[in-house]
């Protein structure tokens, strides 16, 4: 095996629409693949199913970035993610990890999420009421993006009129590509940002409420178990993962059905495959790609090869997931695929908490769609659909037409 490394080549629009003929290759090469991904740094890139799950359970692989040896990686980070994201569970390891993760795990219970199955309902058939006269709509800015904006909005108590702000700074701060972004920008919604949680978090401390952030404020104030950092770092997390890649999940699962027809008109004649269409659109084109970063504390063997301590180790969860060893028939959109333990949410500890909130989202959003909007089709060319670059993929804009009221009585 080559190790010679790769060029992730996010300013080839090419890529960034289909990165999938490249992942396969890398997999091809072998299953551990050096890599130059965003912003000039090293990767390691864990290409094949088995490898990446057990990679994703070894606490040998730390998700603290402090870990990493390569001096670039801390400079390039962004403030926001140096002052808060180093302070919450995406980023940290046990014991604080195990701390932090248990006291917002009763908030994303499968019962607890279930019990908002019709509050969902209800804000999705408000959104599509509002593009059905019109027989055409942009399905990122009308539909996908503000369903999970709304609804985690609701869960944590943020006011609808301060949910747009929120949402611009949260683009700023996570826009990627081949170059990085402007600092002095993405700073600036930082400072926002963190402006913003401060006086909300006060807020609700003056008149707690019945949400996750109220919660969280008594862990900190009475409880004393989240420090002043760890609340602003959670609540921004929450907020943040709350909605991204939901909305990634329901634009991407959609298009995915646009460019397979058999699959659309299928799953229109089995509702009862929604479950199904969902895991199968995380495993084909999931939200992240290409995958999750670890840490090497030490020297860990990956396959037969010698990753160095403090390198950055990428689980390539879009390149496992279309594992032949593990999927058959990997490249083919199939919503009746069974036995489809994909690791678009992760593996082991830091699997994603809420997961069960986003795959109901996903099967109300695509389930009422379907039913709501016949004659379902692209308003564009599938060439130029544009694609989000790096690390959080999904469909830019999603223009579609369909059949009105209007036309259906015709």
Known sequence: ???????????????????????????????????????????????????????????????????????????????????????????????????????????????????????????????????????????????????????????????????????????????????????VVVDEAWQQMRGYLTKHLASKRDRPGDDLLSALINAHDEERRLSHDELIAMSFLLLVAGYVTTVNLIAGGIAALLANPDQLTLLRERPELLPDAIEEFLRYDGPVSPGIARFAREDVEIAGVTIPRGATVLVASAIADRDPARFPDPDRLDITRRDNGHLAFGHGIHYCLGAPLARLEGQIAVGTVLRRLPDLALAVPPAELSWRPGGLRGPARLPVTFASPGDRAG
Not at 46 to 63: M, Q
Not at 65 to 78: F, G, H, N, Y
């Open 1 to 183: 095996m080559s190790q010679q490394p790769v060029l992730l080549p996010y300013a080839d629009p090419a890529f960034v629409a289909d990165p999938f003929p490249l992942y396969r290759q890398l997999r091809e090469d072998g299953p551990v693949r050096r890599a130059v991904i965003a912003g000039g740094l090293d990767a390691w890139l864990v290409t094949r199913y088995e490898d990446g799950l057990a990679a994703l359970s070894d606490p040998r692989l730390s998700s603290d970035v402090q870990d990493a040896s390569d001096p670039r990686l801390i400079k390039q980070l962004p403030r926001f993610e140096r002052e808060s994201m180093m302070s919450n569970m995406l980023r940290s390891d046990p014991p604080d990890h195990t701390r932090l993760r248990r006291l917002v795990s009763k908030a994303f219970t499968a019962r607890r999420v279930a019990g908002l199955r019709p509050r969902i309902q209800e804000i999705t058939d408000r959104l599509l009421d509002a593009v059905v006269p019109a027989g055409r709509a942009e399905l990122v800015a009308d539909f996908a993006l503000p369903l999970p904006v709304t609804v985690i909005s609701e869960l944590l108590g943020v006011p609808a009129d301060d949910r747009h702000d929120f949402q611009r700074w949260t683009d700023a701060m996570l826009v990627r590509g081949e170059r990085l972004p402007d600092p």
